[in-house]
């Protein structure tokens, strides 16, 4: 099974600022075939159900804000929020999807400083 | 737009089974695997079981196999999980989750999420 470890389990920045979420992988998760990382990011706010930021590592869904980035390659990954909002107040997520069963990072607490 | 509609909340006594459901739509059901996450309280997601409704494949966690069962009506387009003898460590919100890439691969990240469903077991 792949495990995977996020760090820091919170973290506080103030408005404007930058924020960076660290993933990383037991395993790889890179496919050597597709040459792509199967590695995601999940926002979850308060009372909803998580929704897909960045799949493929980096590629942002459709609608996400482009100050939300991903980063990495085979186990160590990143999420950068570049200028933090205040509607970024949540709990991010990675996932892996390279193999079952499909892990979660512990997630991340992000608050304003 | 694609949805995944869940069953109301749940409120059990140990030992009771319980089925629970998720109807999706705007989408061809059949041609998704479709699953389930669980979200303990206060904690993080736990995979549980993935179904792919065109010829009832299914994929288990080892954590859960044995535990609960995951299957699927195509023609109400809608996926089930159920429990034949809840325990209160079952006390959670389970969510839906279709998986975002149309094809019999299982390699995909979880798009669109259910509202939850959220199961509590408790004498």
């Known amino acids: 099974d792949i495990a995977m470890t996020q760090s820091p389990d919170s973290l506080a920045v103030s408005l404007g600022e930058r924020a960076t979420i660290n993933c990383k992988s037991s395993?790889?998760?890179?496919?050597?075939?597709?040459?792509?990382?199967?590695l995601a990011w999940y926002q979850q706010k308060p009372g909803q159900p998580p929704k897909v930021l960045i799949y493929?590592?980096?590629t942002r869904e459709s609608g996400v804000p482009d100050r939300f980035s991903g980063s990495g390659s085979g186990t160590d990954f990143t999420l950068t929020i570049s200028s933090l909002q205040a509607e970024d107040v949540a709990l991010y997520y990675c996932?892996?999807?390279?193999?079952?069963?499909?892990?979660f990072g512990q997630g991340t607490k992000l608050e304003i400083k | 737009e694609v949805h995944l509609v869940q069953s109301g909340a749940e409120v059990k006594k140990p030992g009771e089974s319980l089925k629970i459901s998720c109807q999706g739509s705007?989408?061809?059901?059949?041609?998704?695997?479709i699953g389930w996450v669980r979200q303990m309280p206060g904690t993080g997601l736990d995979w549980v079981a993935m179904?792919?409704?065109?010829?009832?494949?299914?994929i288990y966690s080892p954590s859960f196999q044995g535990q609960v069962t995951i299957s699927a009506d195509k023609s109400r387009s809608t996926a089930y999980l159920q429990w034949s003898s809840l325990k209160a460590s079952d006390t959670a919100i389970y969510y839906c989750?279709?998986?975002?890439?149309?094809?019999?691969?299982?390699?995909?990240?979880?798009?669109?999420w259910g509202q939850g469903t959220q199961v509590t077991v408790t004498s």
């Open positions: 989750v279709r998986l975002r890439t149309e094809s019999l691969s299982v390699r995909s990240w979880f798009d669109p």
């Open positions: 996932q892996q999807y390279y193999s079952a069963p499909y892990s």
């Open positions: 395993q790889s998760v890179l496919s050597n075939s597709y040459n792509r990382d199967y």
């Open positions: 705007g989408y061809n059901f059949r041609a998704h695997w």
């Open positions: 179904i792919f409704p065109g010829d009832s494949n299914t």
């Open positions: 493929w590592a980096s």
